[in-house]
């Protein structure tokens, strides 16, 4: 029996404003550049962002790269390896709370059928650094900098 540990919207606020988020971020890198979604919804919206989120209580970190994967992007991927990790002071300046630190995980896609969630409006693939829009989340950047040169 797999355990929910999905937390309300004030847990939420009250234990990540006491301890960092530990998350994970899909990169997927193909010949046409590095996969992107828009933010339909809070926190971030109409920003740019690798797609990821929080790993779960006793969640592997593949596990919840796929889960993420398969949730936000609609499809299954392989696990390639770690490309880096970033912290977001971003997020306690735009929230007045919180300081996610994510791993950023080398992903391959099983397909390019992508199904996106509530959290994306658009995806799209950025081939060079200089093609990577103004509205980005500020710490994606030094992320596609290094893998996009």
């Not at 059928?113 to 980005?136: G, T, V």
């Amino acid at each position: 029996m797999e355990t929910d540990y999905t937390l309300t919207d004030e847990e939420f606020k009250d234990v990540y404003s006491k301890v960092p988020r530990l998350c994970v971020e899909i990169i997927i890198k193909t010949d046409r550049g590095v996969l992107m979604t828009l933010r339909d919804i809070e926190p971030c919206k109409d920003l740019w962002h690798i797609p990821g989120g929080t790993i779960l209580y006793g969640e592997s970190i593949d596990a919840a790269a796929k889960r993420i994967a398969k949730k936000e992007l609609g499809i299954k991927v392989k696990i390639i390896g770690l490309a880096g990790y970033a912290e977001y002071p971003s997020d306690q300046k735009s929230r007045g709370w919180g300081w996610p630190i994510a791993l950023q995980i080398f992903c391959n896609a099983g397909s390019e059928d992508f199904k996106l969630d509530k959290q994306a409006r658009e995806f799209k693939f950025f081939k060079k650094f200089s093609d990577i829009p103004r509205n980005i989340i500020e710490e994606h950047k030094k992320i596609l900098e290094k893998i996009l040169t």
